[in-house]
């Protein structure tokens, strides 16, 4: 069972392989710990022991490296290969230094980076609760100690050596722990991966931290053995509650924004165009990393019955964003899936903060938070809010994965009124107005506020379009995004001129539009 869990675990995370040597150091070690046993005896049955295990591990290494054909050259045992061949000694001191490096992120930094990001941005009831978690953590482990103790009086027979700073274990738990560390380590680091905590975690420090805390352990107890090292240990406990307890709320908090995201856009948009480009932005410290991330949902979204990717997607950051400005197309493969990608038929979809909805940008009429990204600003206007389809059956996220229709906040209202506006119907961007103000709901954006401002203009009811008018006027950051695209321009002729006119001069001064 374990070859078989080992190489389904391998399967899935490679950089998990490292624990097959794992396995040979603690076989090693229990076979011979407290005997004095003929050294090729002991090698004999450590190996006989490792060898069901082994056996699975090398029909696995066997298929990566000469039967599987990677999608991704960064992953190719070919490329890898002949990196190695071309710079032998560079690669060679790449492997020492990083082995090094990442030995000292896992063992050591592992305890203390995650715990400062997580503490950094923690919510202070997230962290009273933690702070709750560590008191019973620490309770619980002062209790079991306390129990052994009073059993250890009770029974002669029964031996407590394993927590006492006396016992001789430590010396080989930092041996031990520090060789396991390294070899687990190593196949990340072989194939040009190392630890980074660019995030609060990495996810390579994972084959080490067996080892890592093996290791701390022992050297706690054999360092400090004479001056109660249980207080140590009870302070990376406490350390480690408040890490993972924070990074749980963290992954629910990210999970809870693509929820909204994928639930808001189906109240927004019923449909999308084909080969419709996604560029999303959620709020800072949750950005998602990978385009599948986006064009996956979406699929599964709007086009649930298709085996092919008809909505595309993609991240904004540093290295998308000039082939964005540009409106470049290309065709992407992204592990063996294959999409072309057209940012003419970009659709920007910005939820900047916590408290603000989803909003798609038009770029020929720019309504951009003040809580944005600078690169939103940037991208806004190659935003087509043509692509939504308006008219189409509406779609709903598959509940099964995306959980149910979350509650008709005032952000369902703001979608609703923004597709109703898309449209032109006015009487029911009114509508779902006055509803929203019944239930007490209001937005914490205050651009969300523009398509009931320009539905009650539309209407004449002035009174409540003066209202958010004022609010809006209030909002100096608002105010020199939104007007400076309205200095010199004409107004069309036609029946709803005046009005059109009233809703910039309102808001941005009675001589913007003639400038």
Known sequence: LAALFGVGCYLMMEYMIGFEAVRLILLWYALGRGQKRNLRLRALQTFKRWLPTLSATTIFILWRVFIFKSARSVTDVRSLGKSYASQPFNMLLRVIIESAKDFIDTVL???????????????????????????????????????????????PAVDINTLSPAAPW????????????????????????????????????????????????????????????LWAVVFLLGISLITQYNNAIFFRTFWEYQRQLWWQLSWRAPDLKDNTALVVILPQSYRLWESYEIWGPANLVYSPNSDQVRIAGEVLNSTTLIPMMRQESFLRTMRRVEYPIDFKNSLVINMPTAISCVQLLDGERLEISEYSDPMVRLVASISDISLVKTSAQPLS??????????????????????????????????????????????PQDDVEWLPFYEGYAYLRRLDDSNRIGALLRENYSFIHTYCPQFTAAEIPPGPDEGIERYMIENICGADTSSE
Request: hydrophobic share 50%; aromatic share 12%; with cysteine.
């Open 109 to 155: 930094l592992s305890w203390f980076v995650p715990f400062y990001k997580m503490l950094d941005g923690a919510r202070y009831g997230d962290l009273m609760i933690s702070l709750m978690l560590v008191a019973i953590g620490i309770g619980l482990v002062v209790l079991y100690l306390r129990w052994e103790q009073s059993r250890s009086a009770a029974d």
């Open 397 to 442: 996220p598959p509940a099964i994965i995306f959980g149910p229709e979350p509650a008709r906040n005032w952000c369902y209202y703001y979608q609703r009124a923004s597709l109703a506006r898309q449209i032109g119907n006015w009487e029911e961007v009114a509508r779902l107005g006055d509803q929203a103000a019944q239930a007490g709901l209001f």
């Open 170 to 229: 430590h010396r080989d738990a930092i041996w031990i722990g520090a060789l396991c560390a390294l070899v687990a380590l190593t196949p990340a680091v072989l194939a040009n991966r190392q630890v980074q905590y660019t995030d609060a975690f990495d996810r390579y420090t994972l084959p080490g931290t067996l080892g890592g805390i093996l290791m701390v352990g022992g050297a706690i107890f054999h360092l400090l053995r004479r001056r109660r090292p």
